[in-house]
């Protein structure tokens, strides 16, 4: 790769980071259009790599291209977040039924320490990326890495509509709640007892946000 091809690929990375965290934080609504004139200004870029990063943030669920309208921020209908759900629950139940015993759990206590600094730190963007992780992490002790990125991909798209509700969210339920439904969680992975994984997984919250 030459240093002018280097280059590039930077800029792609940057815009892709920047996008995502506009996206999934809310700050941009589902719907809201991306025009490539305000964009290339404000990420101090040329066109090239911003369409380059669009269509990355295409392929992960992120950004609709609209014929002859151009390029905005995803929407999910509530079937679509419904069917979400639906898969988020098939591939975590199978990830289960498949971890070997007594798995190594570094990698998920880790992820549920960066959970309980989140919340100390009132992050809600860091904090929702941590619950992704913590997630992410329960279905890599399958060992399956197929499952583990489909399974990845799900979440970041939950998590474009728990953006949505993140205001709200945060008005009806204590921060510390997250925490111990994680411990919890971790708690019944740790006994290595998968029917108190699957109970404990059936009742991490009411499965309306990214929890």
């Given amino acids: 790769m030459s240093d002018g091809e280097l280059e590039t690929y930077s800029l ?69 977040v419904r069917e979400l759900y639906e898969v988020r ?38 904090l929702a990326n941590a619950h992704r992780r913590f997630h992410a992490e329960v279905v890599a002790l399958s060992g399956n890495r197929q499952l583990t990125g489909l399974y990845e991909s799900i979440l970041v798209r939950i998590q474009l509509y728990m953006a949505v509700n993140m205001r709200r969210e945060a008005e009806t339920a204590a921060p510390a709640d997250g925490v111990v439904r994680h411990e919890r969680l971790f708690a019944a992975i740790e006994s290595d007892d998968h029917s108190e994984i699957l109970a404990v997984l059936g009742a991490h919250g009411a499965r309306t946000y990214l929890s």
Avoid: F
């Avoid at 025009?35 to 990420?43: A, P, S």
């Avoid at 101090?44 to 990063?53: F, K, N, T, V």
């Fill in 12 to 80: 792609v990375e940057l815009a892709v980071d920047r996008l995502r965290r506009d996206i999934l934080s809310g700050r941009t609504d589902p719907g809201e259009r991306l025009v490539e004139e305000q964009l290339t200004r404000r990420l101090g870029i040329s066109r090239a790599p911003l369409r380059e990063a669009m269509r990355l943030l295409a392929e992960q669920g992120l950004v609709e291209h609209i014929p002859r309208r151009g390029a905005r921020v995803a929407t999910l209908s509530d079937s679509d």
């Fill in 89 to 126: 629950d098939v591939l975590e139940r199978h990830a289960v039924s498949t971890m070997p015993p007594a798995p190594d759990l570094a990698r998920l206590r880790v992820a549920l320490d960066t959970i309980r600094k989140a919340t100390e730190a009132d992050d809600r963007l860091e």
